[in-house]
C-alpha cells in the first residue's frame, strides 16, 4: 500500500475543507484498504455501503434525476451510518452528490448520522495531481479544485471526506474498477452489528445511472459476486437498454445488438458482440436487478434499496439469519410496512432468539411499530426483558432528556453519599467514559419520587435480614439478578416509555399489559410531575396532552358498562403490579378528577358513604335516629344486606363464582364468615339471635361514614356555641378567679381535637416514617387551618392565665374563634351546590392578591403624595400611617372628608401649628393649602382610576347596580374576579359537577377513616383503640376502601378486565378508521394503488407493442410461405381445408393484415426426417 497523508483542499479560497487521501498501487489487498478506513482514519464499519456506478460521464443532467440521487440517496442512507463509494470527480453525477452531502452535512448537528462519502479514483485522471505528490504525514498539501470539461482528466470532489487513488498498472487497464469489485466483496464478508463488531454482514448494493458499454464487465464482476444491483430507469445509457430488456423478458440477439448501436452509435461490431454475451451473462442472474423509474413510481429511494436487498436475500437463502442486516436497514429507516410485505410474508421462520437484538435497537430508537411487529412474529416479552436489559435500556437514554436529569441527579447523590461514608462500591463510572452507567436502584429511585409507595419494592429484593437504619445503599446485593426476568415486563417497559415521554411506545405497552386501569392512571401521574420539572416547552405540553387519564375514564366505563359489581371490585382490589396500590389510590395520587366523577365512581362512594344502610334513606329518617337511637331497631331505615337476604341472596352475583362474598368484601362491615355464622339461625337460640341483631344494627349505624359525618357536624356547632358563650358571657378573669366550668370543658373538647388530629397525622396505616406523615399531614390545606387554629387556642390560653397578658389572651382566643367557624367551610364541601363555590373562593382569594398589589401601588402612591403636600411636618407615626394608607382606602367608598382636603371648606380656628400641642393631641395641625389645587386634582385621578376598576364589574353585573355599599373585601374579590381572573371562575364554575365529586371523595374518604364518635367523646374511641391495639390488631376500616381478593377471584376479575380493554381497544380502532384523517388517508393510499395500477399500463403496452411487432413478423413469413407454395408445382395427397364461411380481414395495431384464405398443402419435407409433416392452415 502507498503512503498515507492529509489533504488539504481550498475551494476558491472561501471554505477550507480537511479531507484525508491515501495513494495505492492497482494490486492492494483490499483488506488493507479497509484497515485504513476503519482503524487509522477512524470511520465506523458501516451499515450499509452504496456504490454510485455511471453518471460520470453526464454533463446535463434531468432534473429528476439529479434530485433522485441528491436527496433521495442522501436521504436513504444519513440514517444508517452508510457508506456512499463513488468515483470521486468533480464532474457529472458525482459533483452533485458531493454537494447533497456537503448540504446535510451543513444541517446536520449530530456526527452519529454523518454520511460517509469516499471517492475511488485513478491516479492518472486527477487534475494537478502533482501538487498531491508534495504532502508529507505532518503537512498537508494545498490544493485547488476546478470545474472542468467533460475530458481525460477532473479534479477531485472536495465535499468527499476520504480518497482512495488508485496507481493503475499501465498494462492493466480497468484496474481502479477491480479494485473497487474487490473492495465490495471484502466489505460484504465484514459483520458489523447495534453494539459492536460481530453481529451480520454488511449490505452492499450498487446503484446504475446511465453508464458506458465498459460498466458491463464491471457489473458481471459483482453480480458475481452476488451483489445486488439497483438500476435507474430513464438515465440513459446501459441502464436503459437493461431495463428494456428485463421489461420484455424474452430477447434475442440481434435485438439487444440493434439497442446498443442505438445507444451507443461509436460501437464497433467486434465490441458489441462481446457486449451482448456480457448482457445475456447479467440478464441471467435477475433475481440480483432491481428496476426503479422515479417518474413512474412513487416508492421513495430507501424503500427501493431495501426491497433490493431482500429480493437479493431471498433468492440465495431462507434462513432468518441472512435477512437480518435487511431487516436492520428496515428498522433504521422505520419501514415497517416493507418488513412485514418483505421479510415477515411467511417465507422466512424466525425465532425469539433471532429477533433479540434487533428488539433492543427498536426498543431505543423509539419504534413501537418493529416492537409491535417483532412481537407479533415470535418475541416473548417475559423471556426477553431481562433486569440487565432493562438497565441497559435506561442506560441509553438521551442526555437531551429530562429522565437522564433525574438519573444523573440520583446518581451524584448516591456518590455523595458513598464517598462520604468511605464505603467501598461498585465503580459505576468507568474510566474515559463520559456517561455514568444509570443502574436499577436510581431508577427506583426516580419513580418513588413520582408515585411514592405505589412503587414500593420495585428492581429490589427484600434482603433477609432486616436492613439497619441508615444503611446506604452501596453495593448491588439488594437488586435483583440481572439476568432474571422481569416479572412484569409490560408494566417495566410501560414505566421506561413513559418517563422519556414516548407516548406512542408506552401506549402500545400499556395496551399489552395487565391492569390497565391502574396503569393508566400510573401512568399519567408520571407525566403531570414530569410537566412541572419538563424545561423544554414542547415536551411539557406534550406530556400535558397524554391521554391516559382519559384511557383509564374510557376503559373504566367500559367495565362499569358490562357490569358494576365487578367494576367496583376493580376500583377498591389491591393490585400487583403496583404495590398492592388502589385504582382509587392511584387516581388520587394522579388528581384525576375526571375518573372521580365517573358514574360508576360516585355509585361505590355513595355505597360506602350510606355504609351498610340503602343508598335512598332520607336524611329527616337519619337524624331522627340520630336524636332516638332506639329508632335504629325499627324498620324506619333499611339495611342493603338484609334485603339481599329477603330477596334470596344474591342472585345478581351470580354471574361470578363467589361474587356474593365480594359483595360482602365491598360493602360490610363484618367479615363474611361472621355474616354466615349470623345468618344461620339454626345453630343460634333465640336470645342470641336478638342479641346480635341489636348489635349489629347499631354497629352499622354508627359506624357508617353519613352517621360519623352528622355527629361531627352537630358537635362542632356545638362546640362553636360553647367557645362563643364563653368568650361573650363568662371569660373569668385570670386564677385564682377563674377559668370557670364552661372554658374548662371547652379546653377538654380542644384536647380532644388535638388527639384527633394527631391520629390523622402519624396513627395512619400507610407504611412510612413520621417524617413523611407529617409532610404529607401538612400538604392538606384544612389541616394547616386545624394547626393555626390549635396553636391561636394555646398561646391565647396561656396568655390569658397571666395577669398582664389577659387582654392579648382575649384578644387571641377571639380571631382563633374565627379560624374556628371558618373550618366549618370545610363541611360544606359535601354539598353539591355550596362544595363548588368553595374551590372557587379559595383560588380566587389566591388570584386576587395579584389584584390588591396593583391597589395597594396606587392607593400608596396617592396617599403619600396627599400627606406630604397637606400635613409635611407632622411628627405622629400613627396619624402618618393613618393619613397614607386608611383614608385613601375609605375615598374607594366615597367617604371624602372636604373638610380635610379643599382649602376653601378648611377652619383654621380647629388647628393649630404648635407642635407641642400637636403632639399631645389637644388640636390638630393645621393643613398646608399651598399647592391644594394639586391636591384635588389627584383625588379626582385617584377616584377615576380605582372607581373605574369597580364600575368595570357593575357593567357586567347590572343586577348589584344597587348594592353600592360593598364592603371593602367583597368589592375587591368581585371586581378582580371579573376584571383579572374572570377566567380562573368560569373554568371552575364550568366543571361544577368534576369539582364536587373529586371534593366529595376526599371528604369520604376522610370520614370513613374516622372513629364513630365525635369530639369531645372521641377519646373513648381513641381509648378504646389503644386498648384493642395492645391485645390485638385492629381491623383497619381502610380494608372497605382496599381489598385483597381471593386468588381464583382476583385471577378472574383481571381476565375480565382484560376483555373489557380488548373490547374498549377495537372501538379505539373502529372511530379511528371512521375519522375523516384516516378516511382522507385511505382514499389516498387507494389513489396511489390506482395510480401505480395505471402506471402498470405503461408495461402492458409495451409488452403489447412486442407481441404486436412479433405477430406483424410472423404474418409476413407466414404470406412469403403461401406465396411460394402457391407458385410451387409441389402439390399434397389432399386439398387444402375450406376456409370458414365467414372471414374478415383482422387487422391489430399498427394496422397489420392477416393472411386470409391462402390454399395450404401438406407435403413432407424428404431432406429433413422422413415422415415428419409439415403443414400450414389458413389464417384469418
Not at 373504566?556 to 382509587?584: I, M, P, Q
Not at 360516585?602 to 351498610?612: H, N, P, R, V, Y
Not at 347499631?698 to 359525618?709: E, I, L, M, Y
Request: with cysteine; glycine share 4%.
Amino acid at each position: 500500500m502507498g503512503h498515507s497523508f492529509r489533504l488539504l483542499v481550498s475551494i476558491t479560497h472561501i471554505i477550507c475543507l480537511s479531507v484525508q487521501f491515501a495513494r495505492v498501487s492497482s494490486s492492494t489487498d483490499p483488506d488493507l484498504i479497509y484497515q485504513l478506513l476503519t482503524e487509522q482514519w477512524g470511520l465506523a464499519p458501516p451499515h450499509l455501503v452504496v456504490a454510485l456506478v455511471g453518471g460520470d460521464e453526464l454533463a446535463q443532467m434531468k432534473p429528476w434525476l439529479r434530485d433522485t440521487v441528491r436527496k433521495g440517496l442522501v436521504k436513504a442512507t444519513q440514517s444508517t451510518g452508510a457508506w456512499i463509494l463513488t468515483s470521486g470527480l468533480r464532474f457529472g453525477i458525482t459533483k452533485h452528490l458531493g454537494q447533497a452531502v456537503r448540504d446535510h452535512s451543513l444541517a446536520s448537528t449530530s456526527s452519529k448520522v454523518r454520511v460517509v462519502a469516499i471517492g475511488i479514483a485513478p491516479w492518472t485522471m486527477i487534475h494537478n495531481r502533482d501538487l498531491l505528490l508534495s504532502a508529507k504525514t505532518d503537512q498537508p498539501a494545498a490544493y485547488s479544485t476546478e470545474d472542468l470539461p467533460h475530458g481525460a482528466v477532473y479534479s477531485l470532489d472536495s465535499n468527499h471526506s476520504h480518497f482512495i487513488l488508485i496507481e493503475e498498472d499501465p498494462q492493466r487497464h480497468g484496474a481502479t474498477g477491480d479494485m473497487r469489485v474487490k473492495l465490495l466483496k471484502h466489505i460484504s464478508l465484514q459483520r458489523t452489528g447495534y453494539g459492536g463488531p460481530g453481529s451480520f454482514e454488511i449490505p452492499v448494493l450498487c446503484l446504475l445511472v446511465h453508464g458506458e458499454p465498459k460498466i458491463l464487465q464491471r457489473m458481471y464482476k459483482t453480480i458475481q459476486n452476488a451483489t445486488p444491483w439497483l438500476i435507474l430507469a430513464g438515465s440513459g445509457g446501459v441502464a436503459d437498454i437493461l431495463v428494456t430488456l428485463i421489461y420484455r423478458g424474452c430477447w434475442e440477439a440481434e435485438m439487444v445488438q440493434e439497442l446498443l448501436l442505438d445507444t451507443f452509435s461509436g460501437l464497433h461490431s467486434t465490441d458489441v458482440t462481446s457486449w451482448v454475451k456480457v448482457i445475456q451473462r447479467v440478464l441471467d442472474h435477475g433475481h440480483l436487478l432491481t428496476v426503479h423509474d422515479p417518474e413512474q413510481e412513487t416508492s421513495e429511494l430507501d424503500t427501493v434499496i431495501l426491497k433490493a436487498l431482500v429480493k437479493a436475500c431471498k433468492s440465495q437463502s431462507q434462513e432468518a439469519q441472512d435477512f437480518l442486516d435487511e431487516l436492520k436497514l428496515a428498522v433504521a429507516w422505520n419501514r415497517v410496512d416493507i418488513a412485514k410485505s418483505e421479510i415477515f410474508n411467511g417465507d422466512v421462520e424466525w425465532s425469539a432468539q433471532d429477533l433479540e437484538e434487533i428488539m433492543m435497537d427498536a426498543l431505543v430508537n423509539d419504534k413501537p411499530d418493529f416492537v409491535r411487529l417483532f412481537v407479533e412474529n415470535g418475541v416473548n416479552l417475559g423471556e426477553f426483558l431481562t433486569y440487565g436489559r432493562l438497565q441497559e435500556l435506561y442506560s441509553s437514554v438521551s442526555e437531551k432528556s429530562l429522565l437522564f436529569d433525574l438519573l444523573l441527579k440520583k446518581h451524584q447523590e448516591k456518590q455523595v453519599l458513598l464517598a462520604s461514608a468511605r464505603t467501598p462500591g461498585l465503580p459505576y463510572m468507568e474510566i474515559g467514559d463520559r456517561r455514568p452507567r444509570f443502574t436499577l436502584h436510581e431508577v427506583s429511585k426516580v419513580l418513588k419520587d413520582f408515585l411514592h409507595d405505589s412503587c414500593k419494592g420495585f428492581y429490589q429484593k427484600l434482603p433477609a435480614e432486616r436492613v439497619s437504619k441508615g444503611r446506604l445503599f452501596h453495593s448491588q446485593k439488594d437488586l435483583p439478578d440481572l439476568d432474571q426476568v422481569c416479572e412484569n415486563p409490560w408494566r417495566d417497559l410501560f414505566l421506561w416509555a413513559v418517563l422519556q415521554n414516548r407516548q406512542k411506545m408506552a401506549n402500545y405497552f400499556w395496551a399489552m399489559g395487565p391492569e390497565a386501569v391502574a396503569a393508566a392512571l400510573a401512568g399519567c401521574k408520571i407525566l403531570k410531575e414530569m410537566a412541572h420539572l419538563e424545561s423544554e416547552a414542547e415536551s411539557a405540553r406534550s406530556m400535558k396532552e397524554a391521554k391516559y387519564e382519559q384511557f383509564a375514564l374510557d376503559l373504566f366505563s367500559e367495565c362499569y358498562s358490562n357490569s358494576e359489581d365487578r367494576a367496583y371490585a376493580l376500583l377498591v382490589r389491591k393490585t400487583h403490579c403496583w404495590s398492592k396500590s388502589t385504582v382509587l389510590n392511584l387516581a388520587t395520587e394522579a388528581d384525576a378528577k375526571c375518573f372521580f366523577a365517573h358514574d360508576g365512581v360516585q355509585a361505590l362512594l355513595t355505597k360506602i358513604w350510606w355504609g351498610s344502610m340503602t343508598t335512598d334513606t332520607a336524611i329527616s329518617k337519619l337524624v331522627l335516629s340520630f336524636f332516638c337511637p332506639a329508632l335504629i331497631w325499627t324498620n324506619l331505615i333499611k339495611f342493603s344486606d338484609e334485603i339481599l337476604q329477603s330477596r334470596g341472596g344474591g342472585e345478581q352475583f351470580a354471574e361470578l363464582d363467589s361474587l356474593e362474598t365480594e359483595k360482602a368484601l365491598l360493602l360490610s362491615d363484618e367479615d363474611p364468615a361472621d355474616s354466615e355464622a349470623a345468618g344461620n339461625p339454626a345453630d343460634q337460640s333465640c336470645s342470641q339471635a336478638w342479641s346480635q341483631f341489636l348489635l349489629r344494627r347499631w354497629k352499622r349505624f354508627w359506624s357508617a361514614p353519613v352517621t360519623v359525618f352528622l355527629g361531627n357536624v352537630i358537635m362542632y356547632f356545638a362546640f362553636l356555641v360553647l367557645f362563643t358563650y364563653v368568650l361573650l358571657l363568662d371569660f373569668q378573669p385570670p386564677p385564682p378567679k377563674g377559668p370557670s366550668i364552661a372554658e374548662i370543658i371547652l379546653y377538654f373538647w380542644v384536647f380532644t381535637l388535638v388527639l384527633e388530629e394527631i391520629r390523622q397525622s402519624f396513627f395512619t396505616d400507610e407504611d412510612m416514617n413520621i417524617l413523611k406523615k407529617f409532610k404529607l399531614y401538612v400538604e392538606d390545606n384544612w389541616n394547616k387551618c386545624d394547626m393555626v387554629a390549635i396553636s391561636l387556642f394555646v398561646v391565647g390560653v396561656l396568655c390569658r392565665m397571666m395577669e398582664n397578658t389577659y387582654e392579648a389572651g382575649r384578644t387571641v382566643l377571639a380571631l382563633d374563634f374565627m379560624v374556628f367557624t371558618l373550618r366549618l367551610i370545610h363541611i360544606f364541601a359535601i354539598h353539591k351546590q355550596l362544595g363548588p363555590k368553595i374551590i372557587i373562593v379559595e383560588r380566587m382569594m389566591k388570584d386576587v392578591f395579584f389584584f390588591l398589589f396593583f391597589l395597594s401601588v396606587w392607593l400608596i402612591a396617592y396617599g403619600v403624595a396627599t400627606q406630604a403636600l397637606l400635613h409635611p411636618n407632622d411628627p405622629r407615626l400613627d396619624w402618618v400611617f393613618r393619613r397614607v394608607l386608611y383614608r385613601p382606602y375609605l375615598h374607594i367608598f366615597g367617604q371624602i372628608p372636604l373638610e380635610e382636603i379643599d382649602a376653601a371648606k378648611m377652619q383654621a380656628d380647629n388647628c393649630t401649628m404648635n407642635l407641642q400641642e400637636i403632639i399631645t393631641g389637644t388640636l390638630p395641625p393645621c393643613p398646608n393649602i399651598y399647592a391644594n389645587w394639586l391636591v384635588i386634582l389627584l383625588l379626582v385621578i385617584y377616584l377615576l382610576v380605582t372607581n373605574g376598576v369597580l364600575i368595570n364589574y357593575f357593567d357586567n353585573q347590572k343586577e348589584h347596580l344597587s348594592l353600592l355599599t360593598y364592603t371593602l373585601i367583597l368589592c375587591i374579590i368581585t371586581s378582580a374576579s371579573d376584571f383579572f381572573h374572570s377566567y380562573t371562575f368560569q373554568v371552575v364554575q364550568g366543571n361544577t359537577d368534576i369539582f364536587w365529586k373529586f371534593q366529595r371523595y376526599n371528604l369520604i374518604v376522610e370520614y370513613h377513616s374516622r372513629p364513630a364518635l365525635a369530639p369531645p367523646f372521641i377519646i373513648i374511641s381513641h381509648l378504646s383503640q389503644l386498648f384493642l391495639s395492645l391485645i390485638k390488631k385492629t381491623e383497619s376500616k381502610l380494608e372497605h376502601l382496599e381489598r385483597e381478593l381471593p386468588a381464583g377471584l382476583d385471577q378472574k376479575l383481571m381476565t375480565w378486565e382484560t376483555v373489557q380493554k380488548e373490547s374498549y381497544l377495537a372501538k379505539l380502532e373502529r372511530r379511528h378508521l371512521e375519522s375523516s384523517e384516516e378516511r382522507l388517508r385511505s382514499t389516498s393510499s387507494k389513489v396511489q394503488s390506482l395510480l401505480k395500477i395505471v402506471g402498470g399500463f405503461k408495461e402492458q403496452e409495451k409488452r403489447l407493442a412486442s407481441m404486436e411487432t412479433e405477430v406483424r413478423y410472423c404474418g409476413e413469413v407466414l404470406t412469403w410461405i403461401a406465396e411460394c407454395f402457391d407458385k410451387s408445382t409441389l402439390k399434397c395427397d389432399r386439398d387444402a381445408p375450406r376456409a370458414p364461411l365467414i372471414m374478415k380481414p383482422v387487422t391489430i395495431k399498427n394496422e397489420i393484415p392477416f393472411i386470409q384464405n391462402y390454399n395450404v398443402k401438406m407435403f413432407y419435407q424428404k431432406k429433413a426426417l422422413p415422415f415428419m409433416p409439415v403443414c400450414f392452415f389458413s389464417l384469418f
